[in-house]
């Protein structure tokens, strides 16, 4: 559904300030049967405070935490006054926190109370206090492209990966989706989605934050834990993962209130989404994007939408089947044309004037003894096989010479040798793979990706 929207620099100050002055409703919901609105702007109140003395404000703050109103508390606090800058790890292992620490030195955390840190970081800790009738007002403009927050998502090495987002970057986003999507106060979000990721922290802090939503203080995973916080906690939007789709299998959700459901992190299955859909009667929404683009389009394959519809705020060229992107959404660091477009990893082609086809990534075409070989089709191939549930296929370099080889490991319950003799009349020899693994469970992390460091620790 088009929207008229206004993403203008004055309109967006307009609205963070209006945020700022604090809730409409103070007694209202922030968390199911927990924090209230005007708790959480007590707590950045009070971390305000904080942040704008001299020894904090042009520094970094870990926010080592996956409790969602302190994570909007830290976030209101360092809107209202333009810092410090927040670091948001996608894990509270003292490893990642380590490395995180390595590449962005910090001396304070904002953390839970059962964490530990080394006494040389500075800790504070939240918690819910009294609504502040003064609010946390600005009375001048702030500055929209000053880079607030931090994300680190984990990479095959596992060095975490820094993409630093802006004013701009989060709350065009996080005000635009909310109207889009229309949601309201009168929304409940059960989100399988941790807030460290950035689709969990636009849906299920953000979004709630701009729009008086609602959301559950947990993120359940289990099929049964899911099941039943859709049903107790009378949820209208979920916020999930294509994994967790899955896990749904043929299971009912019994006397459901959902309006929406919403995936991302990952292409949906569409036997996935047909099975919610006929169980639920509720459409899952894709979204399509990554953390360092915002989002960038979507889709719902229940209302026959095969390509993805541009968000309005988005432009998309698509030039030798590679996208590129231009948006409000685009974290900082990253290289742009002169025309403000960045490319991205994927390819596609266009659909008509404001959709288009995703192919796959553009890593995902590779050279093998010369020739092109596209590894998603070969997944796609042996995707139809049946009894096999997942597939990732892999260009290894060879043992010796310079050249690489395809491997693939599959989930599911098949023989290596039944896929080879399927494969060897669908592709190419040199196409063909050469090292196959048949596992119970291909590795992944907790947001469903692939884990490539254990994946490929399987071919050595």
């Known amino acids: 559904m088009k929207i008229n929207f206004d993403n203008s620099d004055d309109q967006l100050q307009k609205k963070i300030k209006d945020l700022l ?40 703050v870990c926010l080592s935490t996956q409790n969602r109103s302190v994570i909007a508390a830290a976030i209101l606090a360092a809107l209202s006054c333009e810092g410090p800058h927040l670091l948001i790890p996608y894990s509270d292992s003292d490893i990642v926190l380590n490395e995180m620490h390595q590449q962005v030195p910090y001396d304070t955390a904002i953390a839970d109370v059962h964490q530990h840190f080394p006494d040389e970081i500075s800790l504070i800790t939240v918690s819910p206090e009294t609504f502040p009738a003064s609010g946390l007002q600005r009375k001048n403009n702030m500055n929209l492209d000053f880079e607030f927050l931090s994300l680190f998502t984990g990479g095959s090495t596992g060095k975490p990966r820094i993409w630093p ?5 989060l709350f065009s986003e996080a005000f635009y989706l909310s109207d889009k999507f229309h949601f309201s106060p009168d929304d409940r979000i059960v989100a399988t989605v941790p807030p460290y990721h950035i689709y969990g922290i636009l849906f299920s802090v953000l979004i709630p934050l701009v729009s008086s939503a609602c959301v559950m203080a947990g993120t359940p995973t289990f099929p049964h834990e899911i099941t039943n916080a859709i049903t ?10 294509p994994m967790h789709y899955r896990t749904f299998g043929n299971n009912t959700i019994p006397n459901h209130s959902l309006r929406i ?11 996935d989404s047909e099975n919610f859909t006929k169980q639920t009667r509720t459409g899952i929404t894709e979204i399509y994007g990554s953390t360092e683009t915002g989002g960038i389009a979507y889709r719902c394959r229940a209302q026959d939408d095969a390509a993805l519809s541009l968000f309005e705020t ?49 890593d995902g075409i590779v050279k093998i003894g010369g020739k092109r070989v596209d590894l998603e089709e070969i997944r796609e191939k042996i995707l139809s096989l049946p009894n096999v549930t997942d597939a990732m296929i892999l260009s290894n370099p060879c043992k010796k010479g310079r050249e690489n080889e395809i491997a693939a490991v599959l989930e599911g319950k098949i023989h290596p040798k039944q896929v080879r003799e399927y494969l060897s009349g669908q592709l190419e020899p040199y196409a063909q793979p050469r090292s196959i693994k048949v596992v119970d469970r291909i590795p992944r992390n907790n947001m469903g990706k692939y884990n490539m460091e254990m994946i490929c620790k399987l071919f050595h």
């Open 261 to 271: 459901a919403f995936s991302s992190a990952g292409a949906l299955d569409k036997t």
């Open 314 to 362: 988005v432009d998309v060229e698509i030039i030798g089947e590679k996208i590129h992107v231009r948006s409000d959404y685009i974290s900082p660091n990253l290289t742009r044309d002169e025309d403000g477009f960045y490319q991205t990893g994927d390819r596609g082609g266009k659909f008509d004037s404001d959709r288009f086809i995703l192919y796959g990534r553009s």
């Open 165 to 169: 987002k802006t004013i701009k970057n």
């Open 21 to 60: 002055k604090g809730p409409k409703n103070p007694e209202a919901e922030f968390l199911f049967s927990g924090c209230t609105f005007g708790e959480i702007f007590g707590m950045a109140w009070k971390l305000q405070e904080r942040f704008s003395s001299s020894d904090l404000q042009n520094k970094a």
């Open 232 to 241: 107790l906690q009378k949820a209208t939007v979920l916020v999930s993962v």
